[in-house]
């Protein structure tokens, strides 16, 4: 990516639409109601040959104090400093308003390029917001429309220049996001800053997962304070934790489903839901004072149907008086609450002390390796035939069940295949007897197993084939063996 565009401007002017239809995706919330995107999202953005990183940001207000906006204010504008361009967005069918002369101002003083876009321009309906523009002082504004995509060619050649002047700083590879962990065998997988190792903290609301990641990465780089629910978007910052480059997602709280009646927090929660798939390692983050509630088994359970590594980390440990007495109790209920995930790290942490950190960073490089463990298929067999012995499998209309080979078919996460006789008449259970011996036997605690039965079939080349007619020296043999 050879620059960084933030889009910025008034709330509901078509910031997150035009974000949409710059990487191609829809990514980030569109609603009508103003003030749906709070934090920033960045993406990788295209318009004809030109790839670059985009920004979207929360809608830009006249308010300076400690509140819920006025720190929305304070993280667009730091967007504002850490882009090389920004794209000022107003609203043609509105008109320029003194919020919008406003920020024009802070936009001449405080970045080095400024495009002035006008969006909603389709039409008639746009020609005087379009005229008003030129009075910012920001130069030629273009007419966009973020909704139908009109202007993408005006915008190209505006961005062109710039893109040749930034080229120097072009990155090789934008790391992956989207990690195909379908593909088994052997590899190295370690993490690199091409391709870091990816982490979703998930949780319910308020549970503390914004403010953990700001502390990991050293800054407030996400929006954050007592209200719950601030995080609507899930949004992926990168950054280098104990020397591990990492990618984290912040994902938005989820709730109970029955509770969620809001439009956007339907989507918010969907977009969580999304981060855990891209994600190798997903955090459950959970409050120390309310643990365990029925909404945080669902989405350990989700994490684990997925086949991402979990590790479970407890929040605001710093509150609580009985730790040791408070510990026993959450391993035991985690125990009994989440066998699926037996044996997988808890870990206590603080966010807002940075207690615990160091523990949760080798736990969460501890369950990646976990989840990329290949295991030897002569092992495999040894110890298949030592667990057939100490349990053999049933025999249901008193036909054995032969279990004959075992073989690792894939990592992230691991899963193995077993030839035997007869594999739809094996009962679960066998299987759950065979997975969580394979976690005690080969080190493989808390990530998900998969166990998948295959019918061997026969391999006998003469099967079906006619009988061949006896030669004339074999019926001349079988006559003197008669006489």
Request: charged share 30%.
């Amino acid at each position: 990516m050879s620059f960084t565009l933030a889009i910025v401007g008034r709330p509901n002017v078509g910031k997150s639409t035009l974000f949409n239809r710059l990487v191609g995706k829809r990514l980030a919330l569109v609603d009508d109601q103003p003030g749906v995107t709070r934090d920033l999202r960045e993406g990788d953005a295209r318009v004809g040959d030109l790839r670059f990183t985009v920004i979207d940001t929360a809608g830009l207000e006249e308010v300076t104090d400690d509140s819920l906006q006025g720190r929305m204010r304070r993280l667009t504008e730091r967007a504002v400093e850490m882009a090389d361009v920004c794209l000022f967005l107003v609203d043609a069918r509105a008109g320029i308003t003194p919020v919008d002369e406003g920020f024009a101002e802070i936009l001449r003083k405080r970045a080095d390029h400024v495009i002035l876009g006008a969006n909603k321009a389709e039409g008639r309906a746009g020609e005087a917001g379009v005229l008003d523009a030129y009075a910012l002082g920001l130069g030629e504004p273009v007419r966009l429309s973020a909704e139908h995509g009109e202007g993408m060619d005006e915008l190209y050649h505006l961005l062109r220049p710039i893109a040749d002047a930034f080229a120097g700083r072009a990155q090789a590879d934008a790391p992956e996001v989207e990690v195909d962990v379908a593909e088994g065998g052997e590899g190295n997988f370690a993490p690199t800053h091409a391709k870091p190792l990816q982490i979703a903290v998930i949780g319910r609301p308020n549970a503390g997962k914004s403010t953990l990641i700001n502390r990991i990465i050293g800054e407030d780089r996400l929006l954050t304070g007592p209200e719950a629910g601030i995080t609507r978007d899930s949004i992926s910052v990168s950054a280098d934790w104990m020397g591990t480059p990492v990618r984290i997602f912040d994902t938005a709280g989820m709730r109970k489903k029955a509770r969620v009646v809001d439009k956007v927090e339907k989507l918010s929660v969907a977009d969580g839901l999304r981060a855990v798939r891209f994600a190798e390692v997903v955090v459950l983050l959970l409050d120390a004072a309310i643990p365990f509630e029925q909404q945080d088994l669902r989405i350990a359970d989700f994490a684990e149907t997925e086949g991402r590594a979990v590790v479970v980390a407890v929040n605001k440990w710093d509150l609580e008086a009985e730790k040791q007495e408070k510990l026993r109790a959450l391993r035991a209920g985690f125990e009994k609450l989440l066998p699926q995930l037996r044996g997988a790290p808890l870990v206590t942490v603080s966010a807002t002390t940075g207690k615990g950190l160091d523990r949760l960073h080798a736990a969460v490089l501890r369950a990646h390796e976990v989840w990329n463990r290949r295991v030897p298929t002569a092992k495999l067999n040894q110890w298949l035939g030592a667990m057939v012995e100490a349990h053999p499998p049933p025999a249901p209309k008193g036909r054995r069940i032969r279990l004959r080979y075992m073989t690792q078919a894939k990592t992230r996460p691991p899963g193995f295949v077993v030839m035997c006789s007869n594999p739809e008449e094996l009962p679960a259970a066998y299987t759950r007897y065979l997975v969580n011996g394979l976690r005690e036997a080969f080190d493989m605690p808390g990530t998900p197993i998969r166990v998948f039965m295959r019918s061997q079939g026969e391999k006998n080349p003469y099967r079906g084939r006619k009988k061949a007619a006896p030669s004339k020296l074999r019926k001349h043999l079988e006559g003197r063996r008669e006489k």
